[in-house]
Structures are given as C-alpha cells and as structure tokens.
C-alpha cells in the first residue's frame, strides 16, 4: 500500500502558483519525499525531493511542515505544459525497499 | 544522458501467448522495478530487484514473473497473457544510495 495520499484532481489557472498537497503522516525519521510528474503517455519525471527543510530547484519548490507529516508541492507560475498527473512518494535514503505510488494528483492548468 | 530502455511501445499479444517485456538501463543502477499502470488505479508494483538474480514480489506479482540475468537488464514475463493484462507497462531504475527513480517511456501491452 502507499504510504501518501494525495487528492485525485486539482485545477489551476495559467500563471499562477499551483500547489499540490500530500500526506504522508507514518512517514519515518530518514524517509525522503520525492516528487515524481507523469505528462500523458510519457514516463513518470523527478522534480525535487527532501528530507526536512524546504527545497526549490528549477523546477518547483517543495515545503514539508514541521511534523514532516504533511508537504506541498509548489509550481510557482503554471503554464499548459504542467498539466499532468503527479505522484508523492516517500523512501529511506538506503537500502533496497519496493517503492510504491498512489494514484496521484491529475493537475489541469486551465487558459 | 541517464536512460532506461523498454524493447517495445506498443504490442499486442493474443490470449495464452507468452510475452516478453524488456528493460535495459545504462547507469549501473542496482535497483530495477516494474509498475503496471491503469486508469483510476496509478502506479502498482509487480515486482522488483535489487541484485543480479534477486527478486522481489511487489503489490501485485501474480501473473507475472520476472528475470535479472545482468545488472542493467530486467524482463518482465507473462507466462500466458490474459486480456486482464492489458495495461501500459513501465520500468524504472535507481541506486539504493539516495537518488531519483528513472523511468522508461513504458510499454503499452493489448491482450485480444
């Protein structure tokens, strides 16, 4: 079973920020959360991941709360070409573990 | 340019066939998965390996079966394609030692 939830869908106007949550509440001490994107018919991308503190990359940013229970994706200025489906997951930094998605959430940018 | 590799796109198979679905990876990675993904239901594990000739058995192995002969080559095996095997197919590669997952383009498998 995945070890995140995320909501099944969101919508988000061209230009603005979009912000794509996840629980991850039995999340342990050295799991990672690592964002993953799906654009239709292609394989699933990396985008960013982290430990505790906040991470921007070129891409997005990611925010993880305190408790590490809980984090949210940011792409800052959404454009048509970030309509996908995206998946959060968690994994420890070591070791050989089955890595397992949910169902993700399909984001759809909208003109 | 990092890569992971699945033989085919798009295949279609007949009832009671055995088919075959290949991966290759050119990042020395020790990791190797195989997901199955259909609509509502996201990414499910079939199986992984973290070693040559080492196996795991995902979320949903059965079906299936798997071999890992060398490092960077991973197939999947359907021993008798049933049409409930109709489903795009994706690979995905990563060191044990922190970093990202690497996937293919998958590999879209019809049963008739």
């Known amino acids: 079973d995945a070890k995140t939830t995320q909501p099944p869908s969101m919508d988000c106007a061209e230009g603005r920020a979009a912000n794509l949550p996840c629980n991850h509440s039995t999340i342990s001490g050295n799991e990672y959360v690592y964002w993953y994107r799906q654009i239709h018919s292609q394989g699933p991308q990396y985008i960013i991941h982290g430990l505790k503190n906040n991470e921007t990359n070129e891409m997005a940013s990611l925010i993880i709360t305190e408790d590490r229970k809980s984090s949210t994706l940011i792409l800052p200025h959404a454009t048509l070409r970030d309509t996908a489906v995206y998946y959060c997951?968690?994994?420890?930094?070591?070791?050989?573990?089955?890595?397992?998605f949910g169902t993700g959430t399909r984001l759809t940018i909208i003109p | 340019d990092v890569k992971v590799t699945q033989s085919s796109r798009y295949l279609v198979k007949r009832t009671g066939e055995k088919v075959f679905l290949e991966c290759v990876q050119d990042?020395?990675?020790?990791?190797m998965f195989w997901y199955r993904q259909d609509p509502g239901l996201g990414l499910r594990l079939i199986y992984f390996?973290?070693?040559?000739?080492?196996?795991e058995k995902g979320d949903i192995p059965e079906g299936y079966s798997v071999s890992r002969e060398k490092k960077e080559r991973f197939s999947l095996i359907l021993e008798s394609a049933s049409t409930n095997q109709t489903s795009m197919y994706l690979c995905a590669s990563h060191s044990p030692y922190i970093g990202e997952l690497f996937f293919g383009e998958g590999s879209r498998l019809t049963v008739l």
């Open positions: 990042m020395d990675h020790e990791n």
């Open positions: 390996s973290y070693d040559v000739k080492m196996k």
């Open positions: 997951i968690v994994r420890a930094p070591f070791g050989n573990e089955k890595l397992t």
